[in-house]
């Protein structure tokens, strides 16, 4: 059956751009740029305007963080069948359903915040409906770059800055908004983001695209996902790695670094930090657009090297602006192994399976970043807050170590742009 799948993916071709498109900036790539771009600022400012316009409104911590699992876990429960389904039915469908479903829900809640919480259930459904929608958005977020651009590693850094930009100035905007007492106005220009990313899709031109084969079920698409995804020794090799650091060095990392910098330095310094990574990743980026070495995973992992510097920083009581530093140069690697990583998904994976592999590849490691997340509080109570982090500067060396020793990883070869 494996077998079968990926002779089909490479004997039937699946869509592509045309030959005379430019290599990235294509009218498809145009359209999915800035459908991305409104999604991707969508989501950003969800977060801070939901918690912000809770404890504005009276309501306490407790409920700000029911808020928040009510919008993740659908996400990290769901992103498998969102993977399934946008095999199934084509991808650019499912992020239009997506899209539809978030301008619903948040057109919904711009009314609550607007009128006024009555009941907080209606709050957590319609979180559940954000959350949902974007587990059956992201599997197909990743698979529409080859299909929209013939450079894409390059469209890949474009998006990573876009979504860096966005990660920077989403958050900001929700908070001058909320500020004003304007939560509802938020949730109002979300839906707005979500209905030019409906439309922009729908404008897309694409050839056909592979499907499984028609009869199979849900539950067997998804096992043939899976063999696909465990065939690949490079692939279930990244995502194993970085199970351990989301656990031990990335999730508990924001919480662990707020609890020191604020107390110390203040919470403007702490946002002046974290604003140096937002940089950082967009200048990781747009290095990526023109960077293409030969392994491109390699090169990836030599770049997340950076990523023990801000930890290991915090724990020798650097001054703010090297702390900084450190978390531009943190950025930059994270920027640079975000595309490598994503372009070597898109590009050696068959288009039949694409959708359901990258489901597992998000669900295997972005899945595991709550868990790492909840346990730093307890980790600090139990061994203190420069232990945790200590092992957190460990464990981000010998996860950028593995990935460099690991051959299926180090050896994988960039596949050659689209002529």
Same mark, same amino acid.
């Given at each position: 059956?494996?077998?079968?799948?990926?002779d089909?993916?490479?004997?039937?071709?699946?869509?592509?751009?045309?030959?005379?498109?430019?290599?990235?900036?294509?009218?498809?790539f145009?359209?999915?740029?800035?459908?991305?771009?409104?999604?991707?600022?969508?989501w950003?400012?969800?977060?801070?305007?939901?918690?912000?316009?809770?404890?504005?409104?009276?309501?306490?911590?407790?409920?700000?963080?029911?808020?928040?699992?009510?919008?993740?876990?659908?996400?990290?429960?769901?992103?498998?069948?969102?993977?399934v389904?946008?095999?199934?039915? $084509?991808?650019?469908? =499912?992020? !239009?359903? @997506?899209d539809?479903?978030?301008?619903? &829900?948040?057109l +919904?809640? /711009? #009314?609550?915040?607007?009128?006024?919480?009555?009941?907080?259930?209606?709050?957590?459904?319609?979180l559940?409906?954000?959350?949902?929608?974007?587990?059956?958005?992201?599997p197909?977020a990743?698979?529409?770059?080859?299909?929209?651009?013939?450079?894409?590693?390059?469209?890949?850094?474009?998006?990573?800055?876009?979504?860096?930009?966005t990660?920077l100035?989403?958050?900001?905007?929700?908070?001058?908004?909320?500020?004003?007492?304007? $939560?509802g106005?938020? =949730?109002? !220009?979300? @839906?707005?983001?979500?209905?030019?990313? &409906?439309?922009? +899709?729908? /404008? #897309?031109?694409?050839?056909?695209?592979?499907a499984p084969?028609?009869?199979?079920?849900?539950w067997?698409?998804?096992?043939?996902?899976?063999?696909?995804?465990?065939?690949?020794?490079?692939?279930?090799?990244?995502?194993?790695?970085?199970?351990f650091?989301?656990?031990?060095?990335?999730?508990?990392?924001?919480?662990?670094?707020?609890?020191?910098?604020?107390p110390?330095?203040?919470?403007?310094?702490?946002?002046?930090?974290?604003?140096?990574?937002?940089?950082?990743? !967009?200048?990781?980026?747009?290095?990526?657009?023109?960077?293409?070495?030969?392994?491109? #995973?390699?090169?990836?992992?030599?770049a997340m090297?950076?990523?023990?510097?801000?930890?290991?920083?915090?724990?020798?009581?650097?001054?703010?602006?090297?702390?900084?530093?450190?978390?531009?140069?943190?950025?930059?690697?994270?920027?640079?192994?975000?595309?490598?990583?994503?372009?070597?998904?898109?590009?050696?994976?068959?288009?039949?399976?694409?959708?359901?592999v990258?489901?597992?590849?998000?669900?295997?490691?972005?899945?595991?970043?709550?868990?790492?997340?909840s346990?730093?509080?307890?980790?600090?109570?139990?061994?203190?807050?420069?232990?945790?982090? #200590?092992?957190?500067?460990?464990?981000?060396?010998?996860?950028?170590?593995?990935l460099?020793?690991?051959?299926?990883?180090?050896?994988?070869r960039?596949?050659?742009?689209?002529?």
């Amino acid at each position: 059956m494996e077998e079968r799948l990926i002779d089909r993916a490479v004997t039937e071709p699946a869509a592509q751009p045309p030959a005379g498109d430019p290599a990235i900036w294509s009218r498809n790539f145009r359209y999915y740029f800035t459908a991305r771009s409104a999604g991707l600022l969508s989501w950003a400012m969800l977060p801070v305007a939901v918690s912000a316009g809770l404890l504005a409104g009276g309501y306490g911590l407790d409920t700000a963080g029911y808020a928040m699992a009510f919008l993740v876990a659908p996400f990290a429960g769901l992103v498998l069948f969102g993977g399934v389904l946008a095999d199934r039915f $084509t991808a650019r469908r =499912m992020m !239009i359903l @997506a899209d539809l479903a978030n301008l619903t &829900a948040h057109l +919904l809640l /711009a #009314l609550l915040f607007i009128h006024g919480i009555d009941h907080l259930w209606q709050l957590y459904a319609l979180l559940v409906v954000a959350g949902t929608a974007n587990a059956l958005f992201q599997p197909g977020a990743s698979s529409t770059v080859p299909l929209v651009s013939r450079d894409v590693q390059g469209a890949n850094g474009v998006l990573r800055t876009s979504e860096a930009i966005t990660g920077l100035g989403g958050p900001a905007l929700a908070g001058v908004l909320v500020g004003f007492g304007s $939560t509802g106005w938020v =949730m109002v !220009i979300s @839906a707005v983001a979500y209905a030019t990313s &409906a439309v922009c +899709l729908f /404008a #897309l031109r694409l050839g056909r695209i592979p499907a499984p084969p028609a009869g199979e079920s849900l539950w067997h698409n998804l096992a043939v996902g899976w063999r696909e995804f465990r065939s690949r020794s490079w692939l279930w090799g990244v995502i194993l790695i970085w199970m351990f650091y989301a656990v031990l060095s990335w999730g508990p990392q924001l919480s662990v670094a707020a609890g020191v910098i604020v107390p110390e330095h203040g919470a403007s310094a702490f946002g002046l930090i974290n604003a140096a990574l937002g940089a950082g990743t !967009i200048a990781g980026g747009l290095l990526a657009i023109r960077y293409k070495p030969e392994r491109p #995973l390699a090169a990836g992992a030599a770049a997340m090297l950076a990523f023990p510097l801000y930890p290991l920083g915090i724990v020798l009581g650097w001054p703010v602006w090297l702390l900084a530093a450190a978390q531009v140069a943190v950025g930059i690697g994270i920027g640079v192994w975000g595309v490598m990583w994503a372009t070597s998904v898109q590009t050696q994976v068959p288009g039949e399976v694409l959708n359901r592999v990258h489901a597992y590849e998000v669900a295997g490691s972005v899945g595991m970043y709550p868990i790492g997340s909840s346990l730093a509080g307890p980790a600090v109570n139990a061994f203190g807050t420069d232990s945790v982090l #200590l092992v957190g500067v460990v464990v981000a060396f010998l996860t950028a170590s593995a990935l460099l020793l690991t051959r299926p990883i180090r050896t994988l070869r960039r596949v050659p742009d689209r002529a």
